[in-house]
């Protein structure tokens, strides 16, 4: 009973560690940063069905997400990362922390600029790479001097 014990703990062990480690491959991690880019791009060009082209149709947030981008695709705004890095993954899931800093690109929109410090949850959608969920850990509004 023990060794079956020890055996159950050893697997949750190597489970874990398979999902939390930060992958070393820069292949793999510019792989599943071009996803987050051509995220952002379609965002920039207003283009919704390159923004849901990221998107991971399996995402339980995907119709809402195409709801929200249907708005924020016609804002002026321009989207900046300060940081952006993979710190997990594995085959079937990877995670994205990054600082993104959202600016009008027109005062006449009356948009506060903020920084949002949060992590994308990417998925594999046939082979490729896609966003499945984001989370949101922060927003600070900016004033009109502060970066």
Known sequence: MKAL?????????IAAASCSR???D????NTMLAVIDE?????????LEGVM??????SPLYAETRNAMTQIVNLP???DFEQIEVVAANDTEARVDYVQVTRATSDEIGFRANRL???HVLRPDSGVWKIYDTRIH???YLDDNSG
């Open 77 to 79: 705004v321009a989207f």
């Open 22 to 24: 930060k992958p070393e």
């Open 39 to 47: 995220n952002v791009a379609a965002m920039q060009r207003r283009d």
């Open 117 to 119: 410090r949060g992590t």
């Open 138 to 140: 922060e927003i600070k």
């Open 26 to 29: 820069e292949t793999v991690i």
């Open 5 to 13: 014990w020890r055996i159950g703990i050893l697997g949750l062990v």
């Open 53 to 58: 082209a990221t998107i991971h149709p399996d």
